[in-house]
């Protein structure tokens, strides 16, 4: 009778251990999708939700990728003339807008920087045709460009419009910073490009490197706008002012 009670009271242990073993996982795999709902679209959540692929663990990966920089023209002045209230019910509903045109298209939101916004493209999951996702989300964004800039002006009486870079190539991509804080993002050549590109555009504008060109030259329209220099790069790269359609 003792040795049945041992067994029954192992038995029951062991079914606590397997217990919370499994809410622990449980745990871990919505705090895992908590973390990618602020930067993928929801149909790659709902993909890792059934494979449970990814790891949210320091460090990175080389990979091949297309990243987009956008960011709004003379944010600065505008702001300097504007209750604060304004500028951010501004900035919430670009943010909006080019967020909407991201996930729509596959992309990753790296991050807001200010006024401006980073998406990355086939990272951190490989993506079909990515480099032209990353065009069809710019093209998206200057297509919603005219009816925010027609609000904008109708409420607050201030034009609104912003220029767009495009890169692609190698980056190292995945989570950088500490244990307790970090942050998933890309960091290399290409991204440095893009961000060039884009304070290079004007309003509306899509600036897109000769590797972009290169890679969708038979599906895009483009006006070359020749060799330029940009900030922080030796020498001069070829840039291409991508055209809507």
């Given at each position: 009778c003792l040795v049945g009670?041992?067994?029954?009271?192992?038995d029951r242990n062991y079914v606590a251990y397997v217990l919370f073993r499994f809410l622990m996982e449980q745990r871990k795999r919505q705090e895992v999708l908590g973390v990618l709902k602020k930067y993928v679209a929801p149909q790659v959540v709902e993909k890792v939700s059934k494979?449970?692929?990814?790891?949210?663990e320091l460090g990175g990966e080389r990979r091949q990728i297309?990243?987009?920089?956008v960011d709004i023209r003379g944010f600065t002045s505008m702001s300097e003339k504007m209750e604060p209230e304004q500028v951010v019910e501004i900035l919430n509903t670009y943010l909006s807008l080019t967020t909407n045109?991201?996930?729509?298209?596959?992309g990753t939101l790296d991050k807001f920087i200010g006024d401006a916004t980073m998406a990355v493209f086939n990272a951190p999951f490989d993506l079909d045709d990515y480099i032209y996702r990353a065009v069809c989300t710019a093209r998206d964004i200057v297509a919603g460009a005219q009816d925010l800039e027609d609000r904008m002006e109708k409420?607050?009486?201030k034009k609104v419009n912003f220029g767009i870079g495009i890169s692609c190539g190698p980056a190292v991509v995945g989570n950088v910073g500490c244990d307790f804080r970090m942050d998933?993002?890309?960091?290399?050549?290409?991204?440095?490009?893009?961000s060039r590109l884009e304070g290079k555009a004007m309003a509306r504008e899509i600036l897109i490197s000769e590797q972009v060109y290169e890679a969708l030259k038979d599906r895009i329209r483009v006006?070359?706008?020749g060799m330029i220099p940009l900030k922080g790069k030796a020498?001069?790269?070829c840039v291409y002012s991508c055209l809507l359609y």
């Amino acid at each position: 009778c003792l040795v049945g009670s041992e067994m029954c009271i192992r038995d029951r242990n062991y079914v606590a251990y397997v217990l919370f073993r499994f809410l622990m996982e449980q745990r871990k795999r919505q705090e895992v999708l908590g973390v990618l709902k602020k930067y993928v679209a929801p149909q790659v959540v709902e993909k890792v939700s059934k494979s449970g692929e990814f790891h949210v663990e320091l460090g990175g990966e080389r990979r091949q990728i297309a990243v987009m920089f956008v960011d709004i023209r003379g944010f600065t002045s505008m702001s300097e003339k504007m209750e604060p209230e304004q500028v951010v019910e501004i900035l919430n509903t670009y943010l909006s807008l080019t967020t909407n045109a991201i996930f729509k298209n596959g992309g990753t939101l790296d991050k807001f920087i200010g006024d401006a916004t980073m998406a990355v493209f086939n990272a951190p999951f490989d993506l079909d045709d990515y480099i032209y996702r990353a065009v069809c989300t710019a093209r998206d964004i200057v297509a919603g460009a005219q009816d925010l800039e027609d609000r904008m002006e109708k409420r607050f009486h201030k034009k609104v419009n912003f220029g767009i870079g495009i890169s692609c190539g190698p980056a190292v991509v995945g989570n950088v910073g500490c244990d307790f804080r970090m942050d998933y993002t890309a960091i290399g050549d290409t991204v440095n490009t893009a961000s060039r590109l884009e304070g290079k555009a004007m309003a509306r504008e899509i600036l897109i490197s000769e590797q972009v060109y290169e890679a969708l030259k038979d599906r895009i329209r483009v006006t070359e706008k020749g060799m330029i220099p940009l900030k922080g790069k030796a020498k001069e790269i070829c840039v291409y002012s991508c055209l809507l359609y």
